[in-house]
């Protein structure tokens, strides 16, 4: 198995660009993605239910994007509305690259990069938007929603798609459970994905 991984820290090879067509919110545009990273060759299902969602939920304040990937629904959130500023994090450095060339390729200026270290203690955000990296296992990804979940201002949202074999009901039961200062329902089911929406109390 190749070492990088989508998930990975790793920046030990170049990028292998490559363009595709993809369409966001009706436009088609062109694209740049890499091998190395999550879903090179297209936008994967579970993100294509979650960009409907923003298509009929438009954007706004300041939104994160949660493992950007090469940045279909950071450049979704960006072009539904100009004026929200979208924060996108990820761990792989090729994936932070891709989403600020593919950013500058579409011409947003509305898209900030960054690692998740590098976004400050003290930012909120009025929504968050994922499709979290639900293969790093139960135990990681809790963490992760444990540590930006409550980084939504009071009544924020977070609209997250998860498939179903991958444990999206388990996950929603966890988010009762171990989130109670959250409300948190299934808002969508297709193709097998669920769409959970979690909101701040």
């Not at 072009?79 to 792989?92: H, S």
């Not at 009762?176 to 329902?185: C, K």
Request: aromatic content about 6%; overall charge negative; proline content about 4%.
């Amino acid at each position: 198995m190749s070492t990088n991984h989508y998930f990975s820290e790793s920046a030990d090879a170049e990028l292998d660009l490559k363009e595709i067509e993809i369409t966001l919110l009706g436009e088609k545009y062109e694209v740049l993605t890499s091998s190395g990273i999550f879903s090179p060759d297209q936008i994967d299902q579970g993100t294509q239910v979650l960009l409907k969602h923003i298509e009929e939920n438009k954007p706004h304040g300041t939104v994160l994007d949660i493992g950007c990937g090469w940045g279909p629904i950071a450049l979704c959130l960006a072009l539904a509305n100009p004026d929200c500023k979208v924060v996108a994090i990820d761990v792989n450095y090729k994936s932070l690259e891709l989403t600020k060339r593919n950013a500058e390729k579409l011409g947003l200026k509305n898209i900030t990069v960054l690692l998740p270290e590098e976004v400050k203690n003290d930012m909120k955000f009025d929504e968050i938007w994922s499709n979290p990296p639900i293969r790093v296992g139960k135990a990681v990804l809790h963490e992760i929603l444990q540590k930006w979940l409550p980084r939504l201002v009071k009544g924020g949202v977070a609209r997250l798609v998860v498939q179903k074999n991958l444990g999206s009901d388990s996950l929603h039961r966890w988010l009762l459970a171990e989130l109670p200062e959250f409300d948190s329902e299934r808002i969508d089911s297709v193709k097998g994905f669920r769409v959970l929406k979690v909101t701040k109390n």
